[in-house]
C-alpha cells in the first residue's frame, strides 16, 4: 500500500514540476529523475515485471525530452534546450 501512496505522489509531483517555469524545472526535475529508477524497480519487486513495464512506458512518456538530452550528450551531440 505504501508503495502505491509513494508512485501516486511522484506522478503528483512530476506534474506540479511539469507546470513550473523552465528555469525552475531542473532541480525537482533531476531529483525526480533518478528517484524513478528506484521506484520502477520497487515496482517490478513489489508487483510484477508487467506492472513495472508500465511504469517505464509511462515514466519514459512523461520524461521524453530529458532523456533524448541525456542520450544526446552521451553520444557527444548537440542538443538544443528550450528556453
Known sequence: MTLLWVSVLWVLASA??????????YVPGVALLMAAPVLIVAIVAHVGWFMG???????????????????????????????
Not at 18 to 23: D, E, G, K, S
Not at 58 to 81: D, H, T
Open 16 to 25: 506540479a514540476v511539469a507546470m513550473l517555469p523552465m528555469r525552475q524545472q
Open 53 to 83: 513495464m508500465l511504469a517505464l512506458a509511462a515514466f519514459v512518456s512523461m520524461y521524453r525530452n530529458p532523456l533524448r538530452y541525456l542520450v544526446a550528450r552521451l553520444r557527444g551531440q548537440e542538443f538544443e534546450v528550450p528556453r
